[in-house]
């Protein structure tokens, strides 16, 4: 069935560092991709998303670009911030009716 | 615009009781609708997805069941909670696609489910 894989968290960097949260996906056929967002507290939002090879999705700073060749969607950013700490998940959906996340990443951002 | 109301925020329950956690969606009309949990340290798992009033599927077996009786309401119960039953839940809506279009979902703020 479809699956996402995230890299492991937690993941702690220092304000300015470069981000990358590496995300993969096994799905038939062409799914879209997506970013969301968990701040502490609160639901997921949605972040960033690309709905067709080769696209690159963006928001915020954060960017995704949607490689079917290696089925893979990695978040960046190229500065974070302190703000920027929260849970991230990366997720598909492939048809009509559901998402299927990973397990989400634990990002910490120290000033 | 869209919004989705979940309640209540918070909930302490012993085990074996009942459970009913109830979401709502305002701003649209036929929505598809989702109950997700996300266990601590965990990810998010998909419980239930529902395309129309009386339609519940069921992703994984559990001590859980769903029900949508209007269009734009959703409800997890429970007859009787476990310890494992603890977690965060989320509800989610998303628009009916067309064509191929791949659907997006927005979350409600949670609940956040302690069973002592």
């Known amino acids: 069935g479809d699956s996402v894989t995230q890299m492991e968290g937690p993941v702690t960097l220092s304000e300015e560092a470069f981000l990358t949260i590496n995300c993969t996906y096994t799905a038939t056929g062409y799914p879209s991709l997506f970013w969301y967002v968990q701040y502490p507290g609160e639901g997921l939002q949605l972040l960033l998303k690309a709905t067709k090879a080769d696209d690159k999705g963006s928001n915020k700073g954060f960017e995704a670009t949607y490689r079917k060749e290696t089925t893979s969607f990695h978040l960046e950013k190229g500065s974070v911030q302190v703000s920027d700490s929260a849970v991230y998940f990366c997720a598909l959906a492939r048809g009509a009716q559901k998402l299927v996340f990973g397990q989400g990443t634990r990002l910490t951002i120290n000033p | 615009s869209q919004t989705i109301h979940q309640w209540p925020a918070t909930l302490v329950q012993p085990v074996g009781s009942p459970l009913s956690l109830e979401c709502t969606v305002e701003g649209t009309s036929n929505p598809n609708l989702y109950w997700y949990r996300q266990a601590a340290g965990r990810g998010l798992q998909l419980l239930f997805y529902?395309?129309?009033?009386?339609?519940i599927s069921s992703e994984v077996p559990q001590n859980l069941s769903a029900s949508r009786p209007q269009d734009r309401q959703f409800i997890l119960s429970s007859k009787k909670l476990l310890l494992s039953d603890s977690g965060f839940y989320l509800c989610a809506w998303g628009p009916k696609p067309f064509a191929s279009q791949n659907t997006e979902a927005f979350f409600g703020q949670g609940t956040r489910l302690t069973v002592v």
């Open positions: 529902s395309v129309g009033i009386g339609q």
